[in-house]
């Protein structure tokens, strides 16, 4: 069983998340914002983040670097919706992998996956 820190202002879309992480038997801690994601990240263990790009205190760009930075084999996924145009360069930044927001987030939580299976992380 893997652990995942989903980042995401969209409340629905966390639930939605962990919803279906919870079906495929993971764990799950939520921010609503990026603002604490080190902080996080640092006292807890975990496994990997999914990260929403477009977000109001804190945007994805910036705690994806922030994330990147202080653990440089921590996979993050970003994801958007709205913000489409700017992920491709979030893998310069350092994601893992992008993924479109869909409503039943089949690409982000295929990325996930893939990171799972390329970590040779448990689950």
Do not use: C, W
Not at 102 to 118: G, I, M, R
Request: charged share 20%; hydrophobic share 45%.
């Amino acid at each position: 069983m893997a652990k995942v820190l989903i980042i995401d202002d969209e409340e629905n879309d966390r639930f939605l998340l962990g919803l279906a992480l919870d079906k495929m038997g993971h764990s799950y801690g939520e921010l609503p914002h990026g603002r604490l994601a080190v902080e996080t990240l640092a006292a807890e263990q975990y496994d990997a983040v999914i990260l929403d790009l477009i977000m109001p205190e804190t945007e994805g760009a910036e705690t994806l670097q922030a994330i990147h930075q202080n653990f440089p084999d921590l996979p993050v996924i970003v994801m958007s919706g709205l913000g489409k145009d700017y992920l491709p360069m979030m893998s310069h930044l350092g994601a893992y992998a992008i993924a479109e927001k869909s409503a039943d987030f089949n690409a982000v939580l295929s990325a996930l996956q893939s990171a799972f299976d390329e970590h040779r992380i448990n689950v």
